[in-house]
């Protein structure tokens, strides 16, 4: 890790000249690109930074503060190891944000979410059900106990619910797979426990829902990577269909 490697202006890429704190966030991008910029380095200080790059410290704040807000960097207090603005890799919240505010401004249908939803987690299944671990599928077991609890809460079934859906992701191996499922997941979180809530036939669906997780788990631990990738569709289309604010 190195601390406060150069960072200077990004190479003309032609068209409108950038706005200052665009000129900032395109060089910082330009060094992550050419591996300049890696995870745990610090960027130069404010003024530093402004001077290098041409541009007045309010433009470098702005910048920041929007790297910050897309989990590229986070902002440390003072000096030493932990002080200054230090690259950082959080796709999975960064992702979520993205995703819970255009979902909830309409800009990415309900409908559209769901089929990404269906497409991603027929892949993880699979992954999972070929590359799962005995702790893997241990806790996979655990979440499902939690949720067969007779007087579980809608808002503990839906904490324990996600955590499952997660879990079978991570058992996949491929973080970018997790990550998305992750940001996709949590940013239906609000309107799924909306909705639970909503619902007049709550034990009926709740039935519904844990029975699909029993066959997509079985289907994991039988190493069956069609039939989970099966099961979990089916699973994923009854509870969107189920629930209130799809109909």
Do not use: C
């Amino acid at each position: 890790m190195s601390e406060n490697p150069p960072v200077t202006a990004a190479s003309d890429r032609g068209g409108e000249r950038p706005r200052a704190y665009d000129a900032v966030i395109a060089a910082v991008e330009e060094q992550i690109v050419a591996g300049q910029l890696r995870v745990g380095d610090r960027l130069p200080g404010e003024r530093d930074l402004a001077a290098r790059l041409g541009v007045s410290r309010a433009a470098v704040r702005e910048a920041l503060r929007m790297l910050q807000a897309l989990g590229v960097v986070r902002a440390g207090v003072g000096v030493g190891p932990d002080g200054g603005t230090a690259l950082v890799s959080m796709p999975s919240e960064s992702l979520t944000l993205f995703l819970r505010l255009h979902v909830a401004l309409a800009n990415f249908p309900t409908d559209d979410v769901i089929e990404a939803r269906v497409m991603l987690e027929r892949w993880s299944v699979g992954l999972a059900a070929r590359h799962a671990t005995q702790a893997d599928l241990d806790a996979l077991a655990g979440f499902l106990a939690g949720m067969e609890e007779p007087d579980v809460s809608r808002e503990r079934f839906n904490d324990l619910d996600i955590a499952f859906h997660l879990a079978l992701a991570e058992a996949g191996g491929n973080r970018l797979v997790t990550d998305m499922t992750t940001a996709i997941r949590a940013s239906m979180k609000a309107p799924i426990l909306a909705s639970f809530h909503a619902t007049p036939a709550w034990d009926e669906l709740v039935d519904g829902l844990r029975a699909g997780h029993r066959r997509v788990h079985d289907a994991v631990v039988a190493r069956d990577a069609e039939a989970a990738a099966d099961a979990v569709e089916e699973h994923v289309r009854y509870a969107y269909s189920a629930l209130s604010w799809t109909n």
